[in-house]
């Protein structure tokens, strides 16, 4: 079959890391042009600096793939489906609830395509681990998720912005993997958002949660983004039948009781680009509004704190 045409909407980090060379690599898509307002080409292929350059331009490219920050994501991607595009978006996926919202009402009325992506769900390791809760319950769960805001987003003010999340922006993957793998629903009971005095987005959260669960599961999380050891990307469940699973590596690695049982490289993007194609086929949309629902809970309860000042 003769690969879809696709173009790439913000070519930053994540684009150049993941997006182009994935693509590049797919026998389902073909890069045909990139869209960036600072006129980043890839290849000497054609360059737009607006979405509407590239509709007018080149109308027989009907996929867009919007690698932008979430805060412009909302106006891009309603730009795009109006255009008559089929869209895949970069987690997160907006800055509030009812924009995602409204994408996916306008997607299901023009009868486009919308795929939210959350790459940290594509791991085999994720899959063995929501089976397994799912046959033995869940009494207890961690997330600790720490990295280096200074190597994973370098200079990129728009992360301490208003809507910019700050650490909750790798907090996420962890909730999109929790969402997904947690066999009952569980609520943000408390959080602590600690910001740095000259920043508007959280450098440091610690969130309790509760569930409806009569057992009473004890359940937390904590995010941080000054750690300069190395990331830690982990989630340990205690189960109601005694065992200790515990995802490691942003999910490529699963251990029980301390022994690793499964542990794969990083095939995260190439399955989101797998499964979009999939989906075009298929004419189906996939947005999960799980984790965002949930990290929005987090800013609606949280108590703010202030921390020292944060420079690059
Ligand atoms: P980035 O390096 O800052 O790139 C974002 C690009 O979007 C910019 O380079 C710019 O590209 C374009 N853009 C358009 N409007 C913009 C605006 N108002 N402000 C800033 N950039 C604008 O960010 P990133 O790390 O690639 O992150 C992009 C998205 O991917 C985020 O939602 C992030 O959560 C997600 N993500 C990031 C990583 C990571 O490791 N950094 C991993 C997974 C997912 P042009 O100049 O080409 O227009």
Known sequence: MAKRKIAVIGVGKIAQD???PVIEASEHFELAATVSTRGVSHRGLPVFRTPGELYAARPEIDLVSVCTPPGVRHAYVREALEA???VMMEKPPTTTICELDDLIARAETSGRVLYQTWHSQYNAAVDRAKAMLSAEGVAAARID?????????PGQDWVWEPGGFGVCDPGINAFSIFTKVMPFPVFVARAKLTFPANRQTPVDVEIGFKSGEAHQPK??????WLEESGEIWTIRFETLAGNEIKLEGGGRRLLVNGATVLEHGDDEYAAMYAHFARLLEQRQSDVDAAPLRLMADVFLLGARENGPAFEW
């Open 18 to 20: 993941q997006h182009l």
């Open 84 to 86: 008559g595009k089929d």
């Open 219 to 224: 359940l937390s999380a904590g995010f941080n």
């Open 145 to 153: 998720w720490r990295e280096s805001v200074r190597k994973w987003h």
